[in-house]
């Protein structure tokens, strides 16, 4: 089956700085990849995607990049905002409607005012 | 639009016992939900694909006889828990695809299970 893996683990940054996220995974065939916030106690919440027709994929401050070759694809947030302190999740699914999501094991960011 | 709802928020139940936790997607029909479960600090577990009309996939390691899902229409699937134990407390979450839309899930608020 389908492995990702998350990295890093932690990540802190100063307010105004960018964060990245970098996940691999192993299954060719997955051709969606989507990546999640989520806050202590709360649902994920979808922040951006990505399909594996595209390399690349911003909106405003997040951007998601996809090398199918190496099979990895990672999250970039730039002018970070306290409120960008979260859980970020990526995943990996075949996109249909029966796909199941391979989740990462989650990066807590924490941006520092 | 895309609103995927759960019952309840919170349950507290004694060792035993069972509970039914309700998923409900409250504008779309959803012909695939899925259920996880997330310990504190972890990632997110699939534990089953639950299709409507047919029997839910399993993950491995995950009793079907003790993790009883139903998916009886396309707004609504049940998870219950039988025979509670503390080791089955967790947070439980389930998501949705929209069955005529893109290959997005939308995830329900969780319901957060304590078993005494």
């Known amino acids: 089956g389908e492995n990702v893996e998350q990295h890093p683990s932690t990540l802190s940054v100063q307010e105004g700085d960018s964060a990245v996220i970098k996940c691999t995974y192993s299954?060719?065939?997955?051709?969606?990849f989507p990546w999640y916030k989520q806050e202590l106690g709360k649902r994920p919440q979808l922040i951006i995607d990505?399909?594996?027709?595209?390399g690349e994929k911003k909106d405003q401050r997040i951007a998601v990049t996809l090398n199918k070759t190496a099979k990895h694809f990672s999250l970039h947030i730039t002018e970070t905002q306290p409120e960008d302190s979260a859980v970020y999740f990526c995943a990996a699914s075949i996109g249909t409607n029966a796909g199941k999501s391979t989740f990462g094991d989650g990066t807590t960011l924490t941006v520092k005012p | 639009g895309a609103v995927v709802s759960q019952h309840p928020s919170w349950v507290i139940c004694k060792s035993g016992t069972s509970v039914k936790i309700e998923c409900r997607s409250l504008d779309f029909q959803a012909t695939t939900m899925f259920w996880y479960r997330q310990f504190p600090k972890q990632s997110l577990m699939l534990m089953a694909t639950?299709?409507?009309?047919?029997?839910?996939?399993?993950e491995q390691g995950v009793e079907k006889d003790k993790f009883l899902i139903n998916h009886a229409s396309l707004t609504l699937s049940t998870l219950t828990v039988t025979s509670a134990h503390p080791e089955d407390s967790s947070f439980y979450i389930c998501s949705a695809r929209d069955g005529g839309g893109p290959y997005e899930q939308y995830f329900g608020p969780g319901t957060r299970l304590t078993v005494t």
């Open positions: 299954d060719s065939a997955s051709n969606y």
């Open positions: 990505i399909r594996s027709n595209v």
């Open positions: 639950s299709n409507e009309g047919s029997k839910a996939t399993y």
